[in-house]
Nanobody, 125 residues
Framework: QAQLVESGGGSVQSGGSLRLSCAIS????????MCWFRQAPGKGRGGVAG???????MYADSVKDRVAISHDNARNMLFLQMSSLKPEDTAMYYC???????????????????WGQGTQVTVSS
């Protein structure tokens, strides 16, 4: 069973930047799909940015000009660079991974079997 551990969350002011990290272990190779999700209080969990083993990426419309997802294969680390943060970006952020090769469904939470515990991002106005 894979293990995912997020870090890098925190409190920033509107317009600020954060880089989230996710350490992934337990897979025998780098052939899996990964995604960052977020969940604000009282709302459902939604996909923010996803990447598959071929480097194909997908972004939610609400963030696509402000975030970048990347994967360091050598270190098995997933990153989410976020800039121009807004108060509406405030949420718990989760990384997820799955052995399935995903493309159009990269941002669907029901496609992922392995999840981290989450890291809180709070953006103040």
């Amino acid at each position: 069973q894979a293990q995912l551990v997020e870090s890098g969350g925190g409190s920033v002011q509107s317009g600020g930047s954060l880089r989230l990290s996710c350490a992934i272990s337990g897979y025998t190779n780098n052939e899996y799909s990964m995604c960052w999700f977020r969940q604000a209080p009282g709302k459902g969990r939604g996909g923010v940015a996803g990447i598959n083993e071929n480097g194909y990426t997908m972004y939610a419309d609400s963030v696509k000009d402000r975030v970048a997802i990347s994967h360091d294969n050598a270190r098995n680390m997933l990153f989410l660079q976020m800039s121009s943060l807004k108060p509406e970006d405030t949420a718990m952020y989760y990384c997820a991974a799955d052995l399935r090769f995903l493309t159009s469904s990269l941002l669907r939470p029901d496609k992922y079997n392995n999840w981290g515990q989450g890291t809180q991002v709070t953006v103040s106005s």
